[in-house]
Nanobody, 127 residues
Framework: VQLQASGGGSVQPGGSLRLSCAAS????????IGWFRQVPGKEREGISCIRSSDGTTYYADSVKGRFTISRDNETVYLEMNSLKPEDTGVYYCATALVGSSLSAAQAMGVMSLYEYWGQGTQVTVSS
């Protein structure tokens, strides 16, 4: 069982990146998949989540309207547009086995539900 996160990089403010989270060894059908952001000295922040059972999504206010989460089979994407310097951080994907029991928003709020984590990918937004 493995999650592989990729797609990070360095961009200027206003730029775009697409992160990928590929699952291997299991299927995502019963999972909520969340993207989290870690900045040094701060707690890991949940920024977006998609519930596989019906494709419903959640976005933190800080990224709403700029980021889009999607799933294609066993890969989850986070399309990030209009990037800002405050989006800088290490981005992690993780899975929570919630089926339909919790909404995407509810799943995002309980970090202890997330069993499998990707290795993290660095995003740097700077001019």
């Amino acid at each position: 069982v493995q999650l592989q996160a990729s797609g990070g990089g360095s961009v200027q403010p206003g730029g775009s990146l697409r992160l990928s989270c590929a699952a291997s060894g299991f299927t995502l059908d019963r999972y909520a998949i969340g993207w989290f952001r870690q900045v040094p000295g701060k707690e890991r922040e949940g920024i977006s989540c998609i519930r596989s059972s019906d494709g419903t999504t959640y976005y933190a206010d800080s990224v709403k309207g700029r980021f889009t989460i999607s799933r294609d089979n066993e890969t989850v994407y986070l399309e990030m547009n209009s990037l800002k310097p405050e989006d800088t951080g290490v981005y992690y994907c993780a899975t929570a086995l919630v089926g339909s029991s919790l909404s995407a928003a509810q799943a995002m709020g309980v970090m202890s539900l997330y069993e499998y984590w990707g290795q993290g990918t660095q995003v740097t937004v700077s001019s």
